[in-house]
């Protein structure tokens, strides 16, 4: 019989609390980045749209509450763990846009496949 790899709610859990790390090849060369999963209570602030805003607007709206959870969690990476700090929230908006933009996926995707693999009961 093969056993199913499965997320506990313990394990799951204490992701909000582990520094977990990630590493991407851009432009043939390896870059390493940290962050941990925010609580509910540490996402960020987000102020509705109404509902007659254009397409534009709401998606630059989507970008900047994106781009805002994760720096928080970078940011929440870096405190508990300094000396593995690769990137801030001050260089952020330096780094290639394309480098920004694999490792919001790869966060992202890491996020995606945890949920993936939360069943209960």
Not at 54 to 81: F, H, P, S, Y
Not at 95 to 120: C, D, H, M, W
Request: hydrophobic share 35%.
């Amino acid at each position: 019989m093969t056993k199913k790899n499965v997320w506990s709610v313990e394990e799951l859990v204490s992701l909000t609390s582990e520094v977990q790390t990630g590493a991407i090849t851009y432009r043939g060369r390896e870059f390493g980045f940290q962050f941990c999963e925010l609580k509910e209570k540490e996402e960020p602030k987000i102020k509705w749209l109404p509902e007659n805003v254009k397409e534009e607007e709401r998606a630059a709206w989507a970008t900047e509450i994106g781009v805002e959870r994760i720096l928080l969690m970078i940011d929440k990476a870096n405190k508990k763990n300094p000396d593995g700090a690769t990137i801030t929230s001050d260089n952020w908006n330096a780094l290639p846009a394309t480098l920004r933009y694999t490792i919001t996926s790869e966060i992202l995707q890491v996020e995606t496949e945890a949920k993936g693999n939360f069943t209960i009961g």
